[in-house]
C-alpha cells in the first residue's frame, strides 16, 4: 500500500494561499490520490481527488507532479474556518477503504 | 448536514457491555463503511459494506461485528466493551466503489467507563 508523508503542521495567514504538501512516492500507476480534511471532531470532508492530471473545484486546487510522488492541495484563499487537520490518502488498490495517515494541522491566523 | 445519520450522538455505557449504533447512509449510496477514532489515534478504518455484503476489512476487533441491511442501513455492534473502546465512530457512504469520495456522519462518541 503506498504511504504519504505530510508534516504534522502548518501556518497561514488569512486571505492568503494555503499550500499543503504530500509525499506519496510508492504509488502506483492506478492509485487515486484523495485529500480530506477535519474540523475539530466532526466528520471528515471530502475535499478533492486527482489521479494524474490537476483539479480544481469550489474548494480547492490538486496539483500533482508528473512522476505522480507528490502533490499539493491549494487553498486559494484561506479563512478561518479553514483551521483544520488535513489528510492526504493513497486508495488503496484493488479496495475501496481508504487508509487515513496523521495528516497536516493546519492553522489559518488573522 | 452531509446526508450520513449516526444514532446515536452520545453514548455512555458501562464496561463489558454491548452497544450498538447506527448508520444511516446518504439517499442512493451502496456503500457504507466504519471507522474508529480515539483520542491519541488517528482514523482507523474498521469494516466495509457494499449492498449487504462485507467488501473489505480493516483492523476490527472480534468484540466488534457489523452489518447491512436491504434498506443500505448499517449497524455496528460492540460488545464486552473496555474502556479503550472509548472512542469517536464515525460511518461513511459512498455511490458505489468510493471513486468520488466518501460522505462521512458527524459520528457517535463513545464513553466507556
Known amino acids: 500500500d503506498a504511504k504519504t508523508t505530510q508534516p504534522p503542521s502548518m501556518d497561514c495567514a488569512e486571505g492568503r494561499a494555503a499550500n499543503l504538501p504530500c509525499n506519496h512516492s510508492?504509488?502506483?500507476?492506478?492509485?487515486?490520490v484523495y485529500w480530506y480534511r477535519q474540523i475539530h471532531s466532526q466528520g471528515p470532508q471530502y475535499i478533492i481527488h486527482?489521479?494524474?492530471n490537476n483539479e480544481t473545484n469550489e474548494m480547492a486546487s490538486l496539483i500533482i507532479t508528473e512522476d505522480r510522488k507528490s502533490s499539493t492541495l491549494i487553498l486559494p484563499h484561506a479563512t478561518l474556518r479553514d483551521t483544520a487537520v488535513y489528510y492526504c490518502?493513497?486508495?488503496?488498490?484493488?479496495?475501496?477503504?481508504?487508509?487515513f495517515g496523521t495528516g497536516t494541522r493546519l492553522q489559518v491566523f488573522p | 448536514d452531509s446526508g450520513v445519520t449516526q444514532t446515536p450522538k452520545h453514548l455512555i455505557t458501562a464496561t463489558g457491555q454491548r452497544v450498538t449504533l447506527r448508520c444511516s447512509p446518504r439517499?442512493?449510496?451502496?456503500?457504507v463503511y466504519w471507522y474508529q477514532q480515539s483520542l491519541d489515534q488517528g482514523l482507523q478504518f474498521l469494516i466495509q459494506?457494499?449492498?449487504?455484503?462485507?467488501?473489505a476489512k480493516g483492523n476490527i476487533l472480534e468484540r466488534f461485528s457489523a452489518q447491512q441491511f436491504p434498506d443500505l442501513h448499517s449497524e455496528l455492534n460492540l460488545s464486552s466493551l473496555e474502556l479503550g473502546d472509548s472512542a469517536l465512530y464515525f460511518c461513511?457512504?459512498?455511490?458505489?466503489?468510493?471513486?468520488?469520495?466518501?460522505?462521512f456522519g458527524s459520528g457517535t462518541r463513545l464513553t466507556v467507563v
Open positions: 510508492t504509488i502506483s500507476g492506478n492509485e487515486y
Open positions: 459494506y457494499y449492498n449487504g455484503e462485507e467488501r
Open positions: 461513511a457512504s459512498s455511490p458505489d466503489r468510493g471513486n468520488y469520495g466518501y460522505t
Open positions: 439517499s442512493g449510496d451502496l456503500s
Open positions: 490518502i493513497v486508495r488503496v488498490r484493488g479496495t475501496d477503504k481508504l487508509i
Open positions: 486527482g489521479l494524474k
